[in-house]
């Protein structure tokens, strides 16, 4: 191999491409810094629409797509590549990858079809093959909820398209279900009352609806009430819980046995010694937190920007001429013998001086 014959057409290459370069990576730069204003400008022409937010994102990516395609042909063409053969092997290799990637092409299908048929939307509270959350994102590929623990689950569109899908939040209102047992020598219609009354004391819960009590099941050790009422489906839990804790409160007070299952207890006789950590609780020690601060163009709101940066240039120049009339207002006082010298551009009388200079003043003879 004749490595002196390599590097010959190398250095040829760049002597002869030299300008085409230069071009090239001005090209790069400059197509990059558009493309992000474009897609910045044309998210935000479509949020004044009243298209959804998640057509829009699928929008925007096609939108993307095509023009970094585009941006790579052009940046070809630039360095000399005939695009024309590179169209025809893109175009055989673009067969090839979508036979390859028959999965990921039908999640893509069915993402379009998750946003055409509005299944669900961001934010809505959704089940979905065993995994329930709020929805944060949708995208081609996959659709992504955050779990009540804080987890973030990411589903394929296909998983979503060919299963069963549970919408909380389609519906303003919502319906909470109890079940209550007790024990058998209990006043039927007293518990149904009871049930009823504490559902009405709270606030959350509608009234029309009526809420609902009945005796359900009459279980081996217990029977067992069914209760049920509607209201504001962001208020769910805190209904479900106050209600609970109320119900199990006023059973109490008005002596209703709770039954329970029984429990055989055995007297341990060995000693049980347990390591114990005599030093208690530790002093806490705050995490340093550092906030990385990217700028995203595609993203970038240049309005609040411009705003922002106009209020902290009218601050500045504010501090700034405070500061020099700070300056030109101070006076330099110096005594001698009978008299008192006022150093400074402004007269005594438009000068602001504290009480105790004024005092000093009026004793000397003043001279600007």
Known sequence: MDWGAIWNDIVNFFETNAWNIVIFFAALIIGIIVIKLLINLTRRLLYKTKMEKI????????????????????????????????????????????MALENIIANAANGIVIVSNKMFKKGDYIAVDGKEGNVIAINFLFTTILTGDNKRVTIPNSTIVNSSVVDYDTNKTRRVDFTFDVAYETDVEQVKKLIKDCMISNGKVLLDPEPFCRLSALNSSSIQFTARCYCDSEDYWDVYYDVLELVYNELKRNNISIPYDQVEIRERKDKVTLPVDYKGIPKRVEKVRTVKENVDLENFDFTKAI???????????????????????????????????????????KVKLTKDIKKKLSKFKVVG
């Open 55 to 98: 057509t829009v994102g699928f929008i925007i990516a096609i939108i993307k797509i095509c023009l970094y395609v585009v941006f790579v042909l052009i940046l070809l063409s630039i360095i000399g590549i005939n695009i024309t053969g590179l169209l025809t092997a893109i175009s055989a290799l673009v067969l090839a990858i979508g």
């Open 307 to 349: 705003k922002k940066r106009s209020q902290k240039s009218k601050a500045k120049r504010k501090h700034i001429k405070d500061t020099i009339e700070e300056k030109r207002l101070k006076i330099n006082l110096a005594y001698d013998e009978n008299r008192l010298f006022v150093y400074g551009e402004q007269r005594y009388n």
